[in-house]
């Protein structure tokens, strides 16, 4: 009895323990869910830089074949090494076939679109090579692929034509590029007189171009790229008196700097006649000294910044466009008016020398450099150009200038003008001062302490204050009122020009003794000294009539050498 309960008794705690565990199961591994691939695909958008103006490239249409595609893993494993996957047209755009990958992030880092003859057509320059700046998706280019997603992602190519590997940023291969025959054309006389031409161009892509001189020489020049600062020349001379079309063939959307000119010995003359830049788009500088341009047209170089076209034929330019252009050199043209209103960002404007009746620079407040001399200007606002540091408007028909906001200036010549009173107690740093041939009666430069030079000969000027200038080097005075002159405070005098006024002999002998004095104290050699025409010109002290020859003799200095003959 006792055992058959004892029995029972652990019996029931047995089962008690089995309830509360559980009930066991065996441990079976679980099989995994198949991860579904996802499927990529790429839209060609191919970006014309270079157009297709040869009757080579116009001859055959390129159209896209199959792409050769390198893909890496976020990680940087290869998935597809320059894959030739086939191209589709679908609604008259270009895709390529789908590929399946697994879910992940991605680096595209080669895309290269071919024909079906192999001519490369267009690639995706990779970042920082010479044309990634023109591509949105320069290489490597990150996409993500999810599990059974089907995506497409658009590509912005570059066209081949006229480049290089290298400029893409790939290393060379086998693979051949569409040539561009792309060209503009600069125009030259040489039929009266031949002038040596010098061509310097510069691309964002240090490009290959061929130059074509139009006499049946043709030359290679291999152009820098616009960030570096030397310049490359080509020079050629014709044999024979002409006119001749240099044309300059090869990727030219990507020049940025074209420059003709010449030499020293030509006066610097390029007898440039004629010349298109419309489709330089890319262009930052162009210039040519020295032709027979009458006209030019610029509207469409919306990046220029630098212009210079002396001495041509000008009489009208629209620089409206231009809204980036820094300096415009049109000195000795045939311009009647300018419109530079919408250049804001300008800072040097050279029209000397044109028919220029109104010049309106109000709203060119950066303007550092104004030179307009040899116009019919009768006045001129330069009150908003706070920036101005040269000024020359001399042979005008100015009857009155204000300059009390220019502080700025350093150079000023206002020569040749019918200005009678001018304020410069606010240009302290002026520097050269030039006021001849005017109608002026006083003037007042205490305040400008740096002046170097003066030039204020025939004016109606009867006294001048000159003992805060003792940097004062250059005095023309000639040809005024007056009759005393103080420069005991201005001892580095090496020009002086004081004849044609009314100074005595005594005088005369107090202002050559101490121009003698610190010519000898300071060993100033190569001066110039002019005092004829005065009333005591002729009747000076033979020591001073000593110490002019011994600054002739010994010191190098011109004296009265017929100024006024």
Not at 236 to 245: A, D, F, L, R
């Given at each position: 009895m006792r055992k058959a309960f004892a029995f029972l008794f652990f019996l029931s705690i047995f089962i008690s323990c089995s309830k509360s565990e559980g009930t066991l199961t065996p441990n079976i591994?679980?099989?995994?869910?198949?991860?579904?691939?996802?499927?990529?695909?790429?839209?060609?958008?191919?970006?014309e830089i270079t157009s297709k103006r040869s009757t080579d490239l116009a001859a055959k249409e390129f159209i896209p074949a199959y792409v050769f595609v390198s893909i890496e893993t976020s990680e940087g494993s290869t998935v597809l090494g320059r894959q030739k996957i086939d191209v589709v047209e679908q609604g008259g755009d270009f895709v390529t076939e789908e590929i399946?990958?697994?879910p992940g992030a991605y680096k595209l880092t080669e895309f290269i679109v071919v024909d079906s003859d192999d001519t490369?057509?267009?690639?995706?320059?990779?970042?920082?090579?010479?044309?990634?700046?023109f591509s949105g998706t320069s290489l490597p280019y990150n996409?993500?692929?999810?599990?059974?997603?089907?995506n497409n992602t658009?590509?912005?190519?570059?066209?081949?034509?006229?480049?290089?590997?290298?400029?893409?940023?790939?290393?060379?291969?086998?693979?051949?590029?569409?040539?561009?025959?792309?060209?503009?054309?600069?125009?030259?006389?040489?039929?009266?007189s031949i002038t040596t031409k010098i061509i310097s161009l510069k691309s964002l892509t240090g490009s290959t171009y061929q130059i074509d001189w139009g006499d049946g020489t043709i030359e290679e020049y291999v152009s820098n790229q616009s960030e570096v600062t030397e310049n490359q020349e080509i020079t050629?001379?014709?044999?024979?008196?002409?006119?001749?079309?240099i044309k300059i063939i090869g990727a030219?959307?990507?020049?940025?700097?074209v420059i003709l000119k010449s030499v020293s010995e030509d006066d610097y003359y390029t007898n440039l006649v004629s010349v298109d830049l419309n489709n330089l788009t890319m262009l930052k500088e162009f210039g040519a000294y020295g032709g027979q341009l009458s006209s030019i047209d610029i509207t469409q170089n919306n990046l220029l910044e630098v212009i210079w076209l002396g001495h041509h034929k000008i009489s009208s330019i629209d620089v409206t466009k231009n809204t980036k252009l820094k300096a415009m050199h049109f000195n000795d043209n045939e311009l009647t008016s300018l419109d530079v209103s919408q250049n804001l960002e300008l800072e040097t404007l050279l029209v000397g020398n044109n028919l220029l009746s109104n010049l309106d620079v109000?709203?060119?407040t950066k303007l550092n450099t104004l030179i307009a001399y040899g116009n019919a200007l009768t006045q001129i606002d330069i009150s908003s150009n706070l920036e101005l540091e040269q000024l020359g408007l001399h042979l005008n028909d100015l009857s009155a200038l204000d300059v009390t906001n220019n502080v700025k200036l350093v150079y000023l010549n206002i020569g040749s003008n019918n200005i009678s009173e001018i304020d410069f107690l606010n240009n302290v740093s002026l520097v050269f001062l030039e006021l001849y041939d005017n109608q002026i009666s006083t003037i007042d430069v205490s305040n400008s302490p740096e002046l170097f030079s003066l030039f204020v000969k025939d004016n109606l000027i009867d006294e001048i204050d000159l003992s805060n200038n003792l940097k004062l080097e250059s005095l023309s005075i000639q040809n005024n009122n007056l009759s005393d002159l103080n420069l005991s405070n201005n001892t580095l005098i090496s020009l002086l020009h004081i004849g044609l006024n009314q100074f005595t002999e005594s005088k005369l002998d107090q202002i050559i003794s101490g121009v003698y004095d610190n010519t000898v104290i300071n060993s100033i050699t190569g001066g110039n000294i002019d005092f004829q025409y005065n009333p005591g010109t002729e009747l000076i002290d033979q020591t001073t009539v000593d110490k002019v020859n011994e600054l002739r003799e010994s010191y190098g200095w011109l004296v009265n050498n017929n100024l006024y003959p």
């Open positions: 591994p679980e099989t995994p869910r198949a991860v579904e691939q996802g499927i990529q695909s790429f839209s060609i958008t191919n970006k399946k990958l697994d490369v057509i267009s690639l995706v320059p990779k970042a920082n090579s010479a044309l990634s700046q996409f993500t692929v999810k599990e059974a997603d089907s658009p590509i912005e190519n570059i066209e081949a034509a006229g480049f290089s590997w290298v400029e893409f940023g790939y290393e060379e291969d086998d693979l051949i590029f569409s040539v561009a025959e792309e060209f503009f054309t600069l125009t030259v006389d040489d039929s009266e050629h001379k014709y044999e024979q008196n002409g006119i001749y079309g030219i959307k990507v020049l940025t700097n109000t709203n060119n």
